[in-house]
């Protein structure tokens, strides 16, 4: 048992201090009533506790041992609402707004997909304060991204005082950075703190307009709505997860907006349990970035703290003397350079982002496959080699790129290079995003399918050697099993039932061509 926070006692209610050793939110008076109370607390006693650290702040560490794919929270947001900078989308049901003569709601005058969404729960509450607006300054006037939107998240959470306090409470108990926001004169915070005390004349503190725009910034995680548009969310709990750039908690929204957090891989106690806040497929200057620019914070992971990125050399350029060897970013007072370690040949960073920029522009505009061949695919993976490590950002986006436009190609030469393509990309997701996560799943789900058409084609077409194909064949379905046993964590709202049944079709193919091999083996035998 550990103490210091004062709470009730969960049997007795009264005034306690000690607190459960697992999870150190359940409260007693002592011993004795701890005991007690253990059989049907034991049941509810999440796998994690909240603990709070001059470094890392409040964060979420594991309270016992855990396995992979356990489940560490499932909850639903206390807040949603329009991205930041999104094209026009309707306030009463976050649909999107098509055409130029767009209805608006009568009373506040923004855009709305019909005007039966004027009185609808979601807009009813913030109507009357976005109808303050008198002269319409904020409302967008037509099609195309805005930032106006950005007023509206933060009107939502003042929103809860009133309409669910206990929210409201967890808003304010989230980090904001505000004060650094101001310091920084970041201007869109600057604009919508602006807007809500001088336009609309909001009776709250100034701090208070700070601090929730500030959360809102924050802790707003991009989602999908029930209508398929892109949508931010604000979640009690999961806001408590640290970060990591090579994770070890995985999160899974569904179409209701709940979303769900689970172990990847096994996790020890007191280990702290870390989602990644940009995104693990950024490099690690976009990573530096977001993290400072949106979170204010350098991230000092175990990724992070490797220039080769955990072996992966992600973010690697080839050093341009040494054919074998790649450049590695050294910081100093807070200035980048790519160095060799054996010649010491140096680039600047703003050279390593303008060829990186250069390549994904040529990517992006199909300037280096020019075409759906083979040969050229081949050559223009092996362009990007030349530059950059094979594990790359560089190469995993032209990897994707290629796949893409060879995804038609089934003869024996594309499917085989695809194949090559896809172990190389599950190699590296395997360290970037270990364990049980989608991408890995979707990834072995693509693998086996290219690897098991290969099989039937070589089987009808050619002369195989039967052990190797037979070989082949159950790889493939271990291949599959993995995907399909990571695919079904995925919540019952999303696509993850689609994906599992997918899976198993395939699987059950793959399994029904093995037992026609191992019978044709046996009569040739």
């Known amino acids: 048992m550990g103490g210091g926070d004062i709470g009730t006692c969960g049997v007795c209610h009264t005034v306690a201090s000690l607190t459960c050793g697992g ?37 979420m560490v594991a309270s016992r041992k855990l396995t992979a794919g356990q489940m560490l929270v499932y909850e639903s947001p206390v807040v949603v609402a329009p991205l930041s900078i999104c094209p026009l989308l309707c306030l009463g049901c976050h649909g999107s707004i ?28 913030e109507c009357a304060i976005l109808a303050l607006d008198t002269k319409h300054i904020a409302p967008p006037t037509e099609q195309g991204e805005t930032p106006r939107y950005d007023v509206i998240a933060p009107i939502r959470c003042l929103l809860l005082q009133s309409t669910n306090p206990s929210g409201w409470q967890t808003i304010l108990d989230m980090a904001h950075h505000s004060e650094q926001r101001q310091l920084n004169k970041e201007e869109q915070h600057l604009i919508t703190v602006r807007y809500l005390s001088d336009v609309l004349k909001l009776d709250y503190d100034l701090d208070i307009l700070n601090q929730a725009r500030g959360a809102v910034a924050t802790n707003g995680m991009e989602i999908r709505s029930d209508k398929n548009t892109r949508v931010r969310a604000m979640y009690p709990l999961i806001r408590l997860f640290n970060n990591s750039c090579a994770p070890n908690v995985h999160l899974s929204v569904a179409y209701n907006g709940m979303i769900q957090a689970r172990t990847t891989v096994p996790v020890s106690v007191g280990e702290p349990l870390c989602i990644c806040y940009t995104g693990a497929l950024m490099p690690i200057w976009e990573r530096n970035e977001t993290l400072t620019l949106s979170y204010h914070f350098s991230c000092n992971c175990p990724r992070c703290g490797d220039p080769t990125e955990l072996g992966t050399h992600f973010s690697s ?33 703003a050279q390593v982002l303008e060829n990186v920029k250069i390549w994904l522009q040529r990517i992006e505009m199909d300037d280096i496959f020019s075409g759906c061949s083979l040969k050229r695919s081949k050559a223009a993976l092996q362009e990007v ?100 046993q990571i695919l079904s964590m995925e919540p019952t709202e999303s696509k993850g039932p689609a994906m599992v049944q ?24």
Not at 323 to 330: F, I, R, T
Not at 506 to 515: G, H, N, P, S, T
Request: charged share 30%; proline share 6%; net charge neutral.
């Open 385 to 484: 080699e030349d530059d950059f490590h094979p594990q790359h950002y560089v190469w995993m986006r032209a990897a994707h790129s290629a796949l893409y436009r060879m995804s038609d190609n089934n003869t024996e030469q594309g499917l085989n290079m695809r194949i090559k393509i896809w172990k190389r990309l599950v190699a590296l997701y395997t360290v970037l995003e270990p364990g049980l996560t989608k991408r890995r799943g979707m990834s072995l789900l693509e693998t086996g399918i290219i690897m098991l058409r290969a099989a039937q084609l070589e089987h009808r077409e050619g002369e195989p050697f039967m052990p190797e194909l037979l070989e082949r064949v159950r790889t493939v379905v271990k291949y599959l099993d993995e995907a399909s």
């Open 23 to 59: 999870c150190g939110s359940m409260h007693y008076c002592g011993k004795e009533h701890q005991r007690q109370h253990w059989p049907k607390h034991r049941v509810e006693c999440p796998p994690y506790k909240v603990v709070s650290t001059p470094e890392a702040g409040k964060h």
């Open 317 to 349: 350029p080839r050093c341009p003397d040494c054919v074998q060897s790649y450049l590695l970013p050294c910081t100093w007072l807070g200035e980048t350079v790519w160095r060799c370690k054996l010649c010491k040949q140096e680039e600047s960073n």
């Open 98 to 125: 098509t055409g130029d003569d767009f209805p608006r709601c009568p009373k506040c005058w923004w855009p709305l997909c019909s005007l039966a969404c004027a009185s609808s729960r979601l807009h009813k509450g």
């Open 502 to 525: 997918k899976t198993e079709e395939v699987k059950a193919e793959a399994e029904q061509f093995l037992q026609r091999l191992d019978s044709e083996t046996v009569r040739a035998e």
